[in-house]
């Protein structure tokens, strides 16, 4: 190997680590941000465990903290599990929150949002997707009623 194939071989390999640790820190933390905040809004770190014993991650979108754009919130469920969990989202109270959910098992979301709340009836391998709106402040829960289980915590300000 001529001096220059190896010089050019190792700017490559090097060129590749720092772009490997650049997008590596961006999307991974030690510990999951759970909260998002004007001031640092983050999407939480995928799951640790492998794809096979847990649903593909799907990242929420960012919340723009204002009324005028909605927030999104992709939901997995699979084998059990909900993606995200528990997770916190900030928002303004009159912005519009959209779900689109995919799952292995029929299921009906629920969103705690007072009054009559909002329901969604899932099933099975069929994308779905549906919205409301948020017309109070306080803290909302949206679970999965079949699972049982916290999806999202909308903190409506």
């Not at 109270?93 to 909002?118: C, F, M, P, R, W």
């Not at 099933?123 to 709106?133: E, L």
Request: charged share 15%.
């Amino acid at each position: 190997m001529s001096r220059s194939t190896s010089t050019i071989r190792g700017a490559l390999i090097c060129g590749g680590v720092a772009l490997g640790l650049l997008l590596g820190g961006c999307s991974a933390t030690a510990e999951p941000q759970n909260t998002a905040s004007p001031s640092a809004v983050s999407t939480p770190s995928a799951p640790s465990s492998s794809a096979a014993e847990s649903p593909t991650w799907v990242p929420p979108s960012s919340p723009a903290l204002s009324s005028d754009h909605p927030l999104t919130i992709n939901i997995v469920i699979a084998k059990g599990k909900t993606i995200p969990n528990g997770v916190k989202y900030d928002m303004r109270v009159g912005q519009k929150v959209i779900l689109n959910v995919t799952s292995d098992a029929d299921d009906e979301i629920h969103a705690h949002t007072g009054g009559a709340g909002y329901e969604m009836q899932v099933q099975a391998g069929k994308p779905a997707k549906g919205s409301f709106t948020v017309d109070s402040p306080g803290s909302f829960e949206v679970e999965s009623h079949h699972l049982d289980k916290i999806i999202a915590i909308l903190n409506a300000r």
